[in-house]
């Protein structure tokens, strides 16, 4: 059960537990997310079966470089999110007010699945936060694994544990963002708070799917070299030296449309930094550089997967070093 009534409400009050904002919604009000209405007494969501967005996107934009790479993910977004980013990418999806300005076409878990079976090895619900449509990922992925798919989650990282649990065997794969390593920054620039997501981050490890992190760095904001390297180390030492993570430029949008890009050597200063604190596999995204882009073989250095943009050459056998032989970490059939 993921929202209960309060049963010490004298009114019809309920109390959401898909994310770890717990919102108390009185009744005729809705969630912060503002997707989820407490109507007399019942939390209701309002894009159960809502499809804003529908594309054939290559993994690697999800980022996942660890998985079924070079391939293609048919991936799905409705409306509505959690956070309040002001950096936001997808705010015209992700920040919904009101409820009514909501626009998408309505498809069945049965045809998204079947629709994706058509095109592609896997499924990714991406774009706006999942959390938030998280009925519609429950039977879709099912009915998804069913015809041989695998599912991935692209998220925030802040939903709540008991989603996660029911989630569980029905996901394969995640990429999850760790915004910054500052409660600070959460809660002034997203609306949330840290500690749920490194929780998360920590149970998901636990579940057994594949996990890769992104972070966006973003200048003057969540860039401080002392709290990236203690992100590295948290990577490293909780969910393990073999997690890849994405350091993402940042360019303008939403209420930052005007806030200065990330400089490339600004990314590759990082890459260096993580691979220093035994990542061993960092990546750069979202600038032009040399640098981190390619998987290469920690044991002899030998490129592995090439990457060029989008453009991925997997190699003979995707994810086994073509020189030492060395099987990397990840799903790669
Ligand atoms: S999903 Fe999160 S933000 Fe939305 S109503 Fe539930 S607890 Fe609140």
Redesign the pocket.
Known sequence: ML?TPDAEAADASVN????????H?KEGT???????VNRRGE?ITLVGDVVTSVALDPVEKKPLYHFLPGSKTFSVGSA?C?FHCRFCQNHQIAHVRPASTISGRRATPDTLARLAAQQAPSMAFTYNEP??FFEQIYETAGLAQARGLKVILVSNGFM?ADLLQSLNRRVNAANIDLKAFSDDFYHKFCGGRLQPVLDNLKAIKKLGWWLEITTLVIPGCNDNPDELRAMARFIRDELGPDTPWHLSGFHGAAMMAAHPATPAFQLEDLWHMGREEGLNYVYIGNVQSLLGASTVCPSCGSVVIERRGYRTRPGKEPGVCPSCKTVLPGVWR
């Open positions: 929202w959401c537990s898909l994310c770890a904002h717990a919102c919604i809705h969630g912060r997310c503002g997707v989820r939390l509505g959690n959390t938030v709540g």
